[in-house]
């Protein structure tokens, strides 16, 4: 299983966080999603989800893309709350 941060611009209140994982979830490979909308990081588990599709998922649900975070160790459960 492979884990992912991305970036993503626009979440404002947990409503958003919940709009953003809850598309991102429907995409096949994807087995876990947390997403923090104060820091805008996206937290992706699974294996073999497409990055692409998680671009559209976060895009369809009306917010902006930014990419993956490098600076962000994969490891690291320090923004998730």
Not at 24 to 41: F, L, N, R, S, Y
Request: aromatic share 6%.
């Amino acid at each position: 299983m492979s884990t992912q941060i991305f970036l993503v611009e626009g979440m404002s209140c947990k409503n958003c966080k919940a709009h953003v994982e809850s598309g991102i979830k429907t995409i096949p490979g994807v087995e876990e999603v947390v997403a923090d909308h104060v820091t805008g990081h996206v937290k992706v588990k699974g294996d073999h989800f497409d990055a692409e599709m998680i671009k559209s998922a976060v895009e369809k649900a009306g917010y902006r893309f930014k990419g993956t975070d490098k600076s962000t160790s994969p490891g690291s459960d320090l923004w998730l709350s």
